[in-house]
């Protein structure tokens, strides 16, 4: 590492303590200089000519040394990438190590490429980001509802995550304009779910409806509580009928997990069993023998011979898997967790109140003893020694 004053008359580089130039024999003046840092580490040279201040050209020298062996050092001086560039590279990674990717291309193509996609990543900053919240905020879906909360918060995350992706790549390197923006919230705890009544009226629906194989799909989404991404990559080797459990490789959550299988879902893949197709080992394959993607048109059929509300999702059918268990009064919110496969009990809080009531309504049988015999008699009798 070193620091040189340059010449201001032949620009060349000099040692600090030279008071005349070596190449053009001129003096070089106190005021007013200019210092050159130069540093070296592993084979990279980064130089960096700074004016007046020896002292911030020391700083500026110790800063450089120390980002280039971290591995943080970025050279401010290469192209700036624009945001769509910068996610071309991100995308074509996630589309081989993600699991969400196609989602975040839609979301991606129909808010950010048109506005925020053609900016240098420098140029795009927190007001950019609070106008795309605010736009969001007034557009509704093809379905011509609001946009959720979540969706665009989920949108602002993708932002996020190519800056995090630029500067862990060494692509771009500042500070990430989505941390100041105002985000709307979401309300987690909002669970819709089913009665058991309706239960009652969609399994006896699903027990009629004609397409056998997606009422199967259908049911074991509301007797395990999987997502339904796990439902539609299942495959036959990830059962195990003898021993009544279910395997979910890679779910969203991250970990492959092992469930348990109550009966009525063991009875709902031994259903299945009958449709199974020569060569193909997913359980519930689409018409072309592959993955399925969704069931909109089936589900919105089924809802409406079921009664259920047309706002009901398929999704819902684990929010009521969840609630029927928590409501049940013989689970608790850790036992929960695992059946749900949630990475943290945070996720399984949403819950908790329904564990709490079951609480309340048992504690509260003691009230209605008292109410309805002598016990409080006996009580008093207990608490002044009258009886032994």
């Known amino acids: 590492m070193s620091i040189y004053v340059r010449c201001p008359f032949c620009k060349s580089d000099q040692k600090l303590r030279n008071k005349e130039c070596t190449k053009c024999g001129r003096v070089i003046p106190k005021q007013n200089r200019t210092y050159r840092v ?14 007046s201040s020896l002292e911030l050209a020391k700083e500026i020298e110790t800063k450089i040394k120390v980002e280039l062996i971290s591995g943080e050092y970025y050279d401010r001086r290469q192209k700036i990438p624009t945001l769509n560039e910068v996610w071309e590279k991100y995308i074509n990674i996630q589309k081989v190590e993600g699991k969400s990717w ?13 506005t925020l996609g053609k900016k240098t990543m420098d140029k795009i900053t927190t007001i950019d980001i609070q106008k795309l919240i605010v736009t ?7 379905r011509g509802k609001p946009y959720s909360p979540k969706t665009i918060r989920n949108t602002v995350e993708i ?11 060494g692509i771009f390197r500042c500070e990430n304009p989505c941390k100041g923006a105002k985000l709307p919230k979401v309300d987690n705890e909002v669970v819709n779910a089913l009665t058991t009544e309706q239960v009652k009226k969609l399994v006896k629906t699903l027990n009629n409806y004609e397409d056998k194989e997606t009422a199967n799909l259908v049911k ?6 999987i997502r339904r991404g796990e439902a539609f990559k299942l495959t036959w080797s990830d059962i195990d009928f003898k ?5 979910l490789r890679n779910p969203k959550g991250g970990k492959s997990q092992t469930i ?8 709902t893949l031994e259903d299945q069993l009958q449709y199974k197709r020569d060569g193909v080992d997913l359980v519930f394959p689409s018409n072309k023998n592959t993955v399925r993607h969704d069931i909109k048109r089936q589900w919105a059929k089924i809802k409406k011979l079921a009664g259920i509300p047309d706002n009901f999702r398929l999704h819902d059918l ?13 689970v608790d919110i850790y036992t929960l967790q695992k059946l749900l496969t949630h990475k943290s009990p945070q996720m399984t809080q949403r819950y908790a109140h329904l564990i709490e009531k079951t609480l309340r309504d048992g504690v509260s049988v003691f009230d209605k003893l008292v109410m309805d015999s002598d016990i409080d008699e006996k009580i008093v009798k207990v608490k002044f020694g009258r009886e032994s």
């Open 260 to 267: 348990p299988l109550n009966n009525t879902a063991i009875k």
């Open 220 to 225: 074991l989404l509301l007797f395990t509580g």
């Open 318 to 330: 684990r929010h009521t898997f969840a609630s029927l268990l928590a409501s049940s009064g013989k």
């Open 243 to 247: 021993g009544g459990w279910l395997y």
């Open 159 to 169: 932002v996020s995550r190519l800056f995090n992706f630029a500067y862990n790549q």
């Open 38 to 51: 130069i540093v070296k580490y592993n084979g990279k040279v980064v130089t960096k000519v700074v004016p």
């Open 136 to 142: 969001m905020g007034k557009q509704t879906t093809s």
């Open 102 to 114: 196609q989602k975040d291309k839609n979301r991606y193509d129909r808010h950010i490429r048109s």
